[in-house]
Nanobody
C-alpha cells in the first residue's frame, strides 16, 4: 500500500524552527527519490527540497538553501525537513512526495510531475 503521512507543521514566529516528518510505507520509501513541496492558495506547487535514495544527491530550492535541511532515516522509512530561520513567506501547506523514476539531472527532481505519490500535506504558518 502506498502511503505518505506528513507531520510536524504548526505556527511559529519568524526566525523560529520546525521539523517536518514524512512517514512512508516501505514500498513507497524504496522509491528513487523523496521530495518536499509547498503550496499557497492560488499558486502552483513549489519545489522545496529532494533527496535520492542513496542520501548523497540532495537538491534545494534557492529560496531555502542554507536554512532548510532534508534528510532520510532508512530504518524508519522517514524523510525529514528541518526548517530554520523561518520567514513569513515560508507559510504554506507542505507536501511530501515520492518519485519512482530515475532521471539524469537535478531539474527532474524539482518538478511536481516527476513524483508519483503524495501525502495529504501539513500546514506551516510563520508569523511576523
Amino acid at each position: 500500500q502506498v502511503q505518505l503521512v506528513e507531520s510536524g507543521g504548526g505556527l511559529v514566529q519568524a526566525g523560529g524552527s520546525l521539523r517536518l516528518s514524512c512517514a512512508a510505507s516501505e514500498r513507497t520509501f524504496s522509491s528513487n527519490a523523496m521530495g518536499w513541496f509547498r503550496q499557497v492558495p492560488g499558486k502552483d506547487r513549489e519545489f522545496v527540497a529532494a533527496i535520492k535514495r542513496s542520501g548523497i544527491n540532495i537538491y534545494y530550492a534557492d529560496s531555502v538553501k542554507g536554512r532548510f535541511t532534508i534528510s532520510r532515516e532508512n530504518a524508519k522509512n522517514t524523510v525529514y525537513l528541518q526548517m530554520n530561520s523561518l520567514k513569513p513567506e515560508d507559510t504554506a501547506v507542505y507536501y511530501c512526495a515520492a518519485a519512482r523514476g530515475v532521471y539524469s539531472g537535478s531539474y527532474y527532481y524539482t518538478a511536481p510531475s516527476t513524483y508519483d505519490y503524495w501525502g495529504q500535506g501539513t500546514q506551516v504558518t510563520v508569523s511576523s
